[in-house]
């Protein structure tokens, strides 16, 4: 039972351009989203987060956008860099657990 | 100055083995755990540690026993190899409570033979 999916296993974005990667829930008691970006070889490595009580967060090229009635949230990557393709996962909490869920990623290429 | 270390990175060995896999923090966090992604890429919780204390134990074979000494360390000792087990392990930690992300490490490649 998948509580988080990333429907897209892979995207493909013009540099410079804007990369959207996308992610739904299923838990309804989920407070806390996560987006991380892993490269081959290494650990993946916190990107950005926010919390149910918002619903954006912005760091640098980074945003991340949360609607809780359609239990979505989306990665916004502008402009985006080559050095952005890796493979990105989001990842969700519930509330008063120690437990982080993960989707099972996206591959994101940016073409030079 | 490596947040959460883990060793060793790559680990080959034959079914019906044991082996441990170890990992350390200097973050400060309260929070431990091990992961693994498998064939498939998905990263699945295995175990985690809140001061010393198992809070996390998933359906995971009795195989695999995790050991925390203190805050700063969560080992993983994997008895009886078996080819399934191949796998990347990674350890992360977290401060409990609020909103506080993981924080991984490289990972451990392990190949059963």
């Known amino acids: 039972d998948q509580q988080v999916k990333q429907n897209s296993p892979s995207l493909s974005v013009q540099e410079g351009r804007i990369s959207i990667l996308n992610c739904d829930y299923t838990?309804?008691?989920?407070?806390?989203f996560l987006w991380y970006k892993k490269y081959p070889a290494e650990g993946p490595t916190f990107l950005i987060s926010?919390?149910?009580?918002?619903d954006k967060n912005e760091d640098g090229r980074f945003t991340v956008f949360l609607n809780k009635s359609a239990k979505h949230l989306s990665l916004h990557i502008v402009p985006s860099q080559p050095g952005d393709s890796a493979v990105y996962f989001c990842a969700a909490r519930s509330v008063g657990t120690y437990k982080y869920i993960f989707g099972t990623g996206t591959r994101l290429k940016v073409l030079a | 100055d490596t947040a959460v270390s883990q060793t060793p990175k790559y680990l080959v060995t034959q079914m019906g083995n044991d082996k441990s896999i170890k990992c350390e923090q200097n973050?400060?966090?309260?929070?431990m755990y091990w992961y693994k992604q498998d064939s498939k890429k998905f990263l699945k919780i295995m175990f985690s540690y809140n001061n010393k204390e198992l809070i996390i134990n998933e359906t995971v074979p009795n195989r695999f026993s995790p050991k925390s000494p203190d805050k700063a360390h969560l080992n993983l000792h994997i008895n009886s190899l078996e080819l399934g087990d191949s796998a990347v392990y990674f350890c992360a930690s977290s401060q409990a409570g609020g909103a506080s992300p993981l924080h991984f490490g490289n990972g451990t490649r392990l190949t059963v033979t």
């Open positions: 926010i919390s149910s009580i918002k």
């Open positions: 838990n309804s008691m989920f407070d806390y």
């Open positions: 973050l400060g966090h309260d929070t």
